[in-house]
């Protein structure tokens, strides 16, 4: 299986920070890769497909990049919904799996 | 508005079998492939199960192999998810997740849920 390596695993920010969540995979999967957010007993909610495209609705200060093996999620300018745990997930076998997961917290 | 919605969760005893459900709403349903993903109590989210929109084809996660039947059916426009030989780390929440479009896709919209809890 594609192993997903998130960084860090909790993050600590303020209300209008720029703030940057790392995905490795253990190998090459293209651009394959989605982000997800989700807070507490809550379902994910979908953010990015394809490494940086994102779903509609989603709100324009998040974005995403990378390929092959190195993947980063950015939000700009924090606003307090935002902060949530983070998810990236590979999709290019059909063992897909997600990463670790990313805490991001006041 | 598109939503899933899952049910069949409980308590249940070790060895025990349960069959989990998930009710589309919103889309169609026979044109999208499906997945089920679980998160065991304060953990991460880990993939289950996944089968595409005509039902032929079936997947699932090497840990489960064996355990796992995910079915769908088109007359009820329902999602299943049969679990045999409970054990107490498949306590979870079961959530089922709809496609983007086909099997190798990322999951667009997610249910709310449902609890199994295994336990004597």
């Known amino acids: 299986d594609i192993q997903m390596t998130q960084s860090p695993s909790t993050l600590s920010a303020s209300i209008g920070d720029r703030v940057t969540i790392t995905c490795r995979a253990s190998?090459?999967?293209?651009?394959?890769l989605a982000w997800y957010q989700q807070k507490a007993g809550k379902a994910p909610k979908f953010l990015i497909y394809?490494?940086?495209s994102l779903e509609s609705a989603v709100p324009s200060r998040f974005s995403g990049s990378g390929s092959g093996t190195e993947f980063t999620l950015t939000i700009t300018s924090l606003q307090p919904d935002d902060f949530a745990t983070y998810y990236c997930?590979?999709?290019?076998?059909?063992?897909?799996?997600f990463g670790q997961g990313t805490k991001l917290e006041i | 508005e598109v939503q899933l919605l899952e049910s069949g969760g409980g308590l249940v005893q070790p060895g025990g079998s349960l069959r989990l459900s998930c009710a589309p709403s919103?889309?169609?349903?026979?044109?999208?492939?499906m997945s089920w993903v679980r998160q065991a109590p304060g953990k991460g989210l880990e993939w289950v199960s996944t089968?595409?929109?005509?039902?032929?084809?079936?997947y699932y996660a090497d840990s489960l192999k064996g355990r796992l039947t995910i079915s769908r059916d088109k007359s009820k426009s329902t999602l299943y998810l049969q679990i045999n030989s409970l054990r107490v780390e498949d306590t979870a929440v079961y959530f089922c997740?709809?496609?983007?479009?086909?099997?190798?896709?990322?999951?667009?919209?997610w249910g709310q849920g449902t609890m199994v809890t295994v336990s004597s």
């Open positions: 997740a709809k496609h983007r479009s086909a099997v190798y896709d990322a999951f667009d919209v």
């Open positions: 919103g889309f169609d349903f026979n044109s999208y492939a």
């Open positions: 089968i595409s929109a005509s039902g032929y084809s079936t």
């Open positions: 190998q090459n999967i293209s651009t394959w």
């Open positions: 394809k490494a940086s």
């Open positions: 997930q590979q999709y290019s076998t059909y063992s897909r799996t």
